[in-house]
């Protein structure tokens, strides 16, 4: 009887211990650092998935890069409506946006490792001929290496990048609202062909 009622306390003991353990190991900061923002940029850049820009300032100051020009007969002009086609964030595709700014130039995809450390980005949309360094008048070739003046995600600003896709258009700089209901002011950037008329 005795062993008994030891063994008894010994096992309240033990899942009383056992317990404690676990909450105070739960403060959701067990010192293992995040790294599914980084992964989820990495991986799903590759794919021109919407959640590729997870790292990304969606929101802008609207600061657009030095010497970039404006567009002279845009598609969309400044004020107007369209909705977002194609997503390079969660929630973003099929927004309604209103076109805050519109610039012909040539846009880029490009792949780098971020300047901070991390896993190198695949494929990201979009990076205009301005905000490279020590970008001239003739646009960069694919397969190119550059220097990234960009600051639209984390350690892109100074990254050595490589040139994926290269093409000559009107890129807009559009406000949004996430389908979760997030405000997103001066996005920069999105593709003519990535808009449809909005009326």
Not at 125 to 139: M, N, Q
Not at 141 to 150: D, H, P, S
Not at 176 to 199: C, R, Y
């Amino acid at each position: 009887m005795l062993i008994r009622k030891k063994f008894a306390i010994w096992f309240v003991s033990l899942s009383a211990a056992l317990t404690l353990a676990a909450c105070g190991g739960n403060d959701g900061n067990s010192g293992v650092e995040d790294t599914s923002k980084e992964e989820g940029t990495a991986n799903n850049e590759s794919s021109g998935h919407s959640e590729g820009h997870t790292g990304m300032d969606h929101s802008g100051s609207g600061d657009v890069p030095e010497g970039i020009k404006e567009a002279e007969n845009p598609k969309y002009e400044v004020g107007s409506k369209a909705f977002i086609t194609e997503g390079h964030m969660e929630g973003m595709e099929g927004a309604k946006a209103t076109i805050s700014g519109a610039y012909d130039t040539t846009v880029y995809t490009v792949s780098y490792k971020p300047a901070t450390g991390g896993k190198k980005v695949e494929n990201h949309k979009w990076v205009v001929h301005e905000e490279i360094a020590d970008a001239g008048e003739e646009p960069f070739k694919e397969g190119e290496e550059v220097i990234l003046n960009a600051s639209h995600m984390n350690g892109m600003e100074g990254a050595a990048a490589e040139i994926d896709s290269v093409q000559e258009t009107t890129v807009y700089m559009v406000d949004f609202t996430t389908a979760d209901g997030q405000k997103v002011k001066n996005h920069m950037w999105v593709t003519e062909i990535e808009l449809s008329p909005a009326e």
